[in-house]
């Protein structure tokens, strides 16, 4: 059973930035999908980002509003995945979190997040002055 374990959220104001991070228990995935969600109050959870893996190769995925701003990252060694989020806005503020299925999904699917098998407990992002 693998176990996803979030930290890095807080306080910022806006245009600041914040790392969240996302450590994995359990036996290395030579192949996977993990990243991140967000919940903000009275909103359905949407899709942040993604990074997908299979053996030597990867690929990261963003939503549109955070391209540019948003960059995620993968310590295989570690089983940490890692979002650096830079000039954050208040839209930004919600409960973030992490995400794992063991397959790489298929693009098509990484915004559905009934294709994760594991979920973080979530980690609160609070963007205001």
């Known amino acids: 059973q693998v176990e996803l374990v979030e930290s890095g959220g807080g306080w910022v104001q806006p245009g600041g930035s914040l790392r969240l991070s996302c450590a994995a228990s359990?036996?290395?995935?030579?192949?996977?999908?993990m990243g991140w969600f967000r919940q903000a109050p009275g909103k359905e959870r949407e899709f942040v980002s993604v990074?997908?893996?299979?053996?030597?190769?990867?690929?990261?995925h963003y939503a549109d509003s955070v391209k540019g701003r948003f960059a995620i990252s993968r310590d295989k060694d570690k089983k940490t995945v890692y979002l650096q989020m830079n000039t954050l806005k208040p839209e930004n503020e919600a409960n973030y979190y992490c995400?794992?299925?063991?397959?790489?999904?298929?693009?098509?699917?990484?915004?559905?997040?009934?294709?994760?098998?594991?979920w973080g407990q979530g980690t609160q992002v609070t963007v205001t002055y």
């Open positions: 995400a794992l299925d063991d397959t790489k999904l298929i693009v098509s699917k990484l915004w559905d997040e009934e294709k994760y098998d594991c």
């Open positions: 359990g036996r290395t995935l030579s192949s996977g999908t």
């Open positions: 990074v997908r893996w299979s053996g030597g190769n990867s690929a990261t």
